[in-house]
């Protein structure tokens, strides 16, 4: 069954650190794989995705992604977080019509300044 | 170019009503899916429509319906709300469920609250 898997529900990072966001799935066909960001009272924006090729993905906002087939894996990072940065983090699957699209939990990102 | 709109903002039922949500979508976008986001949880897909027709549903019931009008509006529909359909609803358009890995642009979302 498709699913998406993000183990971590809250993280607290200082402003200035190194940001990972994790996130697992499981989908049986041919798939995209997308992260998505939402402030308070918005919609979500897409911060990058990922279908074929090279298998780091660069994004908006200085965010960047890494898929690894092996693990099943789609880990978002950033070098130096900002504290316009905090905001739910998503992670999602999707087919080609992106009419199954399968969205975590979420990761509600903290930054101390 | 106007985004994804939603009306109304925030929308109070009672259990037992029905209520009809809004979208309009981004212009020469002719896809939109919705989206029920529980508190604290993931967007779920409800269903999407592409050009006037259905492509596709969720896990919802069928008193969750919508529909596409000829300039790719759509408007989303519960009948009999229950307690547990209080959640955000997200509207998203993208440019055509023809092309794979068209983005989707979502809007504000509506806020339904069912008491």
């Known amino acids: 069954a498709q699913s998406v898997t993000q183990p971590d529900i809250h993280i607290t990072v200082s402003e200035g650190a190194s940001l990972e966001l994790r996130c697992n799935y499981s989908y049986g066909a041919t798939h995209y794989l997308f992260w998505y960001v939402q402030s308070p009272g918005q919609g979500l924006q897409l911060l990058l995705k990922y279908f074929s090729g090279d298998t780091l993905v660069q994004g908006i906002k200085g965010f960047e992604a890494e898929f690894k087939r092996s693990q099943s894996s789609f880990n978002l990072r950033k070098p130096s977080v900002h504290w316009s940065d905090a905001a739910e983090y998503f992670c999602?699957?999707?087919?080609?019509?992106?009419?199954?699209?399968?969205f975590g939990a979420g990761t509600r990102l903290t930054v101390k300044p | 170019e106007t985004g994804v709109t939603q009306s109304p903002t925030h929308l109070i039922k009672t259990r037992g009503q029905q209520v009809t949500l809004r979208c309009s979508s981004q212009s020469g976008h002719n896809t939109v899916s919705w989206y029920q986001q529980a508190l604290g949880q993931g967007p779920q897909f409800i269903f999407q429509?592409?050009?006037?027709?259905?492509?596709g549903r969720g896990n919802f019931p069928p008193r969750f319906s919508g529909l596409q009008f000829p300039n790719y509006s759509s408007e989303l529909n519960v009948n009999a709300l229950e307690l547990d359909d209080s959640a955000l609803y997200l509207c998203?358009?993208?440019?055509?469920?023809?092309?794979?890995?068209?983005?989707?642009?979502f809007g504000p979302g509506t806020r339904l609250t069912v008491l």
């Open positions: 999602a699957v999707g087919g080609y019509n992106n009419n199954d699209m399968r």
């Open positions: 429509y592409y050009r006037e027709e259905e492509n």
């Open positions: 998203a358009s993208s440019l055509s469920a023809g092309t794979s890995g068209n983005e989707q642009f």
